[in-house]
């Protein structure tokens, strides 16, 4: 139940295009919702979060939908560029557990295509 | 560049070494957190840190060992690894832990001979 399921595992665009990863998750006591990229030889960078009390945040082109009566969530990145192929992981954590804990996705790797 | 400082970048050990990996944010923040991360997999959280506290083990073997001198540095210390500990190992911080934003560092990938 603490698992958080992220699809596609792999994801190929043509520039411009809009790719979009999605998210589902049971636990309904998750409420905080990042997401981060991951390039090669880096760690992963928070790119955008979001609270089950809100249903869509938009930071510049990257934009998350949130369902929480389906308990699933997406990233969808805009007008995308070449140098968003990277690897995004979707993540989960409860203020509840008051760990820090966060449940990742497997993740989605991203190739734009120029 | 992050803000959070890993050291060494590449490690490179055997069996019976003794080594310490090193972690440094100057953020301010009071939570820090050891991921290992394995080839194309999410990370795995290892230890969890708040206030200087040791307050998750996820079930790391005490090959591992935690430290935080200080709420600004916190240390891996590895002993007799085996090589399916290769990994990049990853520190992170956060201002608290309930529901604060996790900023990583750019790890250190570790290799065991």
């Known amino acids: 139940q603490q698992q958080v399921k992220q699809s596609p595992q792999s994801l190929i665009v043509q520039k411009g295009g809009i790719p979009i990863i999605n998210c589902a998750y049971e636990n309904t006591a998750f409420d905080y919702f990042p997401w981060y990229q991951q390039f090669p030889g880096k760690g992963p960078a928070l790119l955008i979060a979001i609270r089950p009390d809100v249903s869509e945040k938009k930071e510049g082109r990257f934009t998350i939908s949130f369902n929480k009566s389906a308990k699933q969530f997406s990233l969808h990145i805009m007008d995308s560029q070449p140098g968003d192929s990277a690897t995004y992981f979707c993540?989960?954590?409860?203020?509840?557990?008051?760990?820090?804990?966060?449940?990742f996705g497997q993740g989605t790797t991203l190739q734009v295509k120029p | 560049d992050t803000e959070v400082t890993q050291t060494p970048k590449h490690l490179v050990m055997g069996m019976t070494n003794k080594k310490s990996l090193k972690c440094e944010q100057h953020?301010?923040?009071?939570?820090m957190y050891w991921y290992k991360q394995k080839a194309k997999k999410p990370p795995e959280l290892m230890f969890v840190?708040?206030?200087?506290?040791?307050?998750i083990n996820e079930s790391v073997p005490s090959r591992f060992s935690p430290e935080c001198p200080n709420s600004s540095l916190l240390n891996l210390h590895l002993h007799a690894l085996q090589p399916e500990d290769s990994a990049l190992y990853l520190c992170?911080?956060?201002?608290?832990?309930?529901?604060?934003?996790?900023?990583f560092g750019d790890g250190t990938r570790l290799s065991i001979l």
């Open positions: 840190y708040s206030y200087e506290k040791l307050s």
């Open positions: 953020m301010g923040h009071r939570a």
């Open positions: 993540a989960a954590s409860w203020s509840s557990s008051n760990t820090g804990k966060l449940i």
């Open positions: 992170a911080s956060s201002l608290g832990y309930s529901n604060q934003p996790q900023h």
